[in-house]
């Protein structure tokens, strides 16, 4: 049975300074502990113990370290969920246009244009939840002046109230002979529906650690994503500087995605200098953590 009894804020900058790690300012650090956590700061100073069983520290390792740490994660996730929102703003915007256009405004609920008919039940009924639960006054006007269409508002209306990992899934369970699932990818420089659906699905993951307030920084992140051989678009020109399969859990192959679909949504984006302004900004982040790839910065992709 777990028996740890909970530490006060002293008991717990104790705790850290017996096993090793510099502590100039405790009351500051007490601050920091009562506002972030003593187990969510655990997560960048973990790296830093010689003995991740006894949690002893290495030598030199500080407490300020573990905090520039946590301020670089944070504001990568703010920078990240900048460029997520771009991304889904894009996708439900073609998603509504192309297929309202192929079909009709209520594409979303034709069954025959879906692969999984049982993965789309799912993905309505959150959809039907969402729309039940809004304030949005568009939707409640609808609703109130078609109340006898048993129908869901059109896709311009119904989809705005649905997340970014629903839209990933609408778009990836399209069948391949639809013609929208193609026309998108082209727009995004995916030439093809082979490789968008692994893309979005590697966003949509990102984007919900980010809401979460969840660590990017090493992390290794589930899934993968299909590369293009020959993008039609800027890429990265050294072969060397591709990641390869097994860098696929490193964060860095999915920024590249995001850069590579954002340049065709927002050309002149300043993604790569706010990114590289923060490993100016925060000089002891290893790179390596996320995967990061020698002067990543001249490729064309980053330019």
């Known amino acids: 049975m777990f028996s740890k009894p909970a530490f006060t804020l002293s008991q717990q900058v104790e705790q850290l300074q017996e096993r090793g790690l510099i502590i100039k300012h405790p009351r500051i650090a ?3 502990l009562i506002n972030i956590s003593y187990y969510r700061l655990g997560e960048y100073w973990y790296v830093m113990q010689s003995d991740k069983e006894k949690h002893i520290f290495k030598p030199n390792s500080k407490f300020e370290d573990a905090i520039a740490l946590y301020n670089f994660d944070a504001e990568l996730r703010l920078l990240l969920f900048d ?10 915007t073609k998603l509504i246009y192309y297929l309202s256009h192929e079909s009709d405004p209520w594409w979303f609920q034709n069954f025959e244009l879906f692969n999984d008919c049982k993965a789309l039940v799912k993905t309505l009924s959150n959809l039907e939840e969402e729309i039940t639960r809004t304030k949005d006054e568009s939707i409640k006007k609808h609703l109130k002046k078609h109340k006898d269409d048993g129908r ?12 970014f990992g629903a839209l990933s899934k609408l778009y990836g369970n399209l069948k391949n002979g639809v013609k929208a699932k193609n026309d998108i990818a082209k727009d995004f420089g995916a030439v093809n529906h082979t490789y968008l659906p692994s893309w979005l699905q590697s966003i949509a993951q990102i984007r919900n650690f980010c809401a979460h307030h969840s660590r990017l920084w090493n992390r290794n992140l589930p899934g993968t994503v299909k590369l293009l051989p020959k993008p039609p678009n800027s890429w990265i020109l050294d072969p060397l500087n591709v990641p390869k399969q097994h860098e696929f859990s490193k964060l860095y192959v999915h920024m590249c995605l995001m850069r590579y679909m954002l340049n065709t949504i927002l050309p002149k984006n300043e993604f790569a200098n706010k990114l590289n302004a923060l490993f100016v900004k925060y000089p002891n982040v290893d790179p390596n953590a996320l995967g990061m790839k020698p002067n990543w910065q001249n490729e064309p992709l980053w330019k």
């Not at 869901?152 to 997340?163: C, R, V």
């Open 152 to 163: 869901f508002p059109p896709a311009w209306k119904s989809l705005e109230q649905t997340s």
């Open 30 to 32: 007490e601050k920091y």
């Open 83 to 92: 460029v997520i929102e771009k991304i889904e703003i894009s996708l439900r």
